[in-house]
């Protein structure tokens, strides 16, 4: 039996909401465990035959329904929370290994560097020129990250770049080095508060190496690979007129814990409730397939503008198969 057929059957035994299924077993099995008042009321009618399931043993019968539903249950529960997303620093994902080639390098401290911009963008102190938002002076969780997720990613980005200097293009040399003065400084911020790092300043160069060479990898990632054409067989073409994956999976397809795609659909000819049905299925089929959650942005062609300003301010992103 295929990945495919054995998706069918999960989805047999439990179309979207298996909690409803275990409550009708549960309840089947109690009725069946106390002498079921509808087998009484049948016999009624049929004077002089007692019907009943299976004899005296009606009850055990409704004990294995029971024990059967809340194994059902508790499987799926399980399944859902091992493959549910939690929030951890990025250096807790880092496999320390030697890299075979830049690319796999770059994918190592992607997510490194990501987490550090996000905790900085979001709990940091926006002091930068170019910054338009007032001035954060609640620091609490800034002062907070910087020693329990940046400090931590910071040392794990040291010993990657430590264990692979070879790996790094002559050319991209002086932005690495770059990299490891800023780490060094801010660190040393840390510990003393009173330090000034601001003549050591994260590399601007760097984000974009990094992000070209992860995408010019994950581009040719076999397992992105099969996503793509499978998402693409599975979306109805009478609606979607156009998609593209976008995100994390674009950059470091084997460490993306879900799959960004965004879809233009044409308002005048879609029913939407047809299209939701579509999505939702596609999404439940993903999940069991590939393990991993599937979000959708959906553009009509009424915002078809927000759509193309979508794609253009994700300029890195794998597009929909041709045909």
């Given at each position: 039996?295929?990945?495919d057929?054995?998706?069918k059957?999960?989805?047999?035994?439990?179309?979207?909401?298996?909690?409803i299924?275990?409550?009708?077993?549960?309840?089947?099995g109690?009725t069946?465990?106390?002498?079921?008042?509808?087998?009484d009321?049948l016999?009624?009618?049929?004077?002089?035959?007692?019907?009943?399931?299976?004899?005296?043993?009606?009850?055990?019968?409704?004990?294995?329904?029971?024990?059967?539903?809340?194994?059902y249950?508790?499987?799926?529960?399980?399944l859902?929370?091992k493959?549910?997303?939690?929030s951890e620093?990025?250096?807790?994902?880092v496999?320390?290994?030697?890299a075979?080639?830049?690319a796999?390098?770059?994918?190592?401290?992607?997510?490194?560097?990501?987490?550090?911009?996000?905790?900085?963008?979001a709990?940091?102190?926006?002091?930068?020129?170019?910054?338009?938002?007032?001035?954060?002076?609640d620091l609490?969780?800034?002062e907070k990250?910087?020693?329990?997720?940046?400090?931590p990613?910071?040392?794990?980005?040291?010993?990657?770049?430590?264990?692979?200097?070879?790996?790094i293009?002559?050319?991209?040399?002086?932005v690495?080095?770059?990299?490891?003065?800023?780490?060094?400084?801010?660190?040393?911020?840390?510990?003393n508060?009173?330090f000034?790092y601001?003549?050591?300043q994260?590399?601007?160069?760097?984000?974009?190496?990094i992000?070209?060479?992860?995408?010019?990898t994950?581009?040719?990632n076999?397992n992105?690979?099969?996503?793509?054409?499978w998402?693409?067989?599975k979306?109805?073409?009478?609606?979607?007129?156009?998609?593209?994956?976008?995100?994390s999976?674009?950059?470091?397809?084997?460490?993306?814990?879900d799959?960004?795609?965004?879809?233009?659909?044409?308002?005048?000819t879609?029913?939407?409730?047809k299209?939701?049905?579509?999505?939702?299925?596609?999404?439940?089929?993903?999940?069991l397939?590939?393990?991993?959650?599937?979000?959708?942005?959906?553009?009509?062609n009424e915002?078809?503008?927000d759509?193309?300003?979508?794609?253009?301010?994700?300029?890195?992103k794998?597009?929909?198969?041709?045909?």
């Open positions: 039996m295929n990945t057929q054995i998706i059957l999960v989805k047999l035994l439990r179309p979207k909401y298996y909690n299924l275990t409550r009708i077993l549960v309840l089947g109690l069946l465990l106390s002498k079921p008042v509808w087998v009321i016999n009624i009618f049929l004077s002089g035959f007692k019907f009943s399931i299976i004899g005296e043993l009606d009850w055990l019968l409704g004990l294995i329904v029971i024990i059967i539903a809340l194994t249950n508790t499987i799926h529960r399980y859902e929370l493959f549910e997303n939690r620093p990025a250096f807790k994902h496999a320390i290994k030697t075979s080639s830049f796999e390098l770059c994918q190592e401290i992607l997510p490194l560097v990501k987490d550090n911009e996000y905790i900085f963008k709990t940091g102190p926006n002091s930068g020129s170019e910054e338009q938002e007032p001035l954060r002076t609490t969780m800034w990250l910087k020693r329990e997720a940046i400090l990613n910071n040392e794990a980005i040291k010993k990657l770049i430590s264990d692979n200097k070879q790996t293009p002559a050319k991209y040399t002086d690495f080095n770059q990299l490891l003065l800023h780490i060094d400084a801010f660190n040393e911020h840390i510990i508060p009173n000034d601001s003549e050591f994260f590399p601007k160069q760097l984000p974009t190496i992000l070209s060479t992860c995408f010019q994950a581009k040719t076999q992105l690979i099969k996503k793509v054409k998402i693409s067989t979306l109805n073409k009478n609606y979607v007129s156009d998609w593209f994956i976008f995100g999976a674009a950059f470091i397809p084997d460490k993306a814990n799959i960004d795609i965004a879809i233009l659909v044409d308002k005048a879609t029913d939407q409730r299209l939701n049905d579509n999505i939702l299925d596609i999404k439940n089929d993903f999940k397939k590939f393990k991993k959650d599937l979000h959708v942005s959906i553009f009509d915002s078809i503008n759509y193309s300003q979508f794609s253009s301010k994700n300029p890195l794998i597009d929909k198969p041709n045909g």
